[in-house]
């Protein structure tokens, strides 16, 4: 079983900055890729980022330049840097684990088995 607890959200403003951080509760963390997804009010969650075990970081392209992920397997932590925030990224932001996922299937919500309860993110003009 993996516990996942999110912090870092909050209230910016347009231009600003916030970093996420997720940490998992989880023997061999380093087995384990790990996303951030986000959902806003009435809109579907959608793919943020995501940092492959043993392997690289990808980002959605919504975010790539001004989003990044980042892990410290020696603190079980994933994070995500966001710069340049503007009211689109206003949303509750979700961490993400899973033990198997391929490369096809990163971006996929139902690849992850274990998620987070989320913080939101709000962005103020």
């Known amino acids: 079983q993996v516990q996942l607890v999110e912090s870092g959200g909050g209230l910016v403003e347009t231009g600003g900055s916030l970093s996420l951080s997720c940490v998992a509760s989880?023997?061999?963390?380093?087995?384990?890729?790990l996303a951030w997804f986000r959902q806003a009010p009435g809109k579907e969650r959608e793919f943020v980022a995501a940092f492959r075990a043993w392997g690289s970081p990808t980002h959605a392209n919504s975010v790539k330049g001004r989003f990044t992920i980042t892990r410290d397997n020696a603190k079980n932590t994933v994070y995500l840097q966001m710069n340049r925030l503007n009211p689109d990224d206003a949303a509750v932001y979700y961490c993400?684990?899973?033990?198997?996922?391929?490369?096809?299937?990163?971006?996929?919500?139902?690849?992850?088995?274990?998620w987070g309860q989320g913080t939101q993110v709000t962005i103020s003009n």
């Open positions: 993400a684990a899973s033990s198997s996922v391929i490369s096809s299937t990163i971006g996929t919500e139902s690849a992850y088995a274990y």
């Open positions: 989880v023997d061999s963390f380093r087995r384990y890729t």
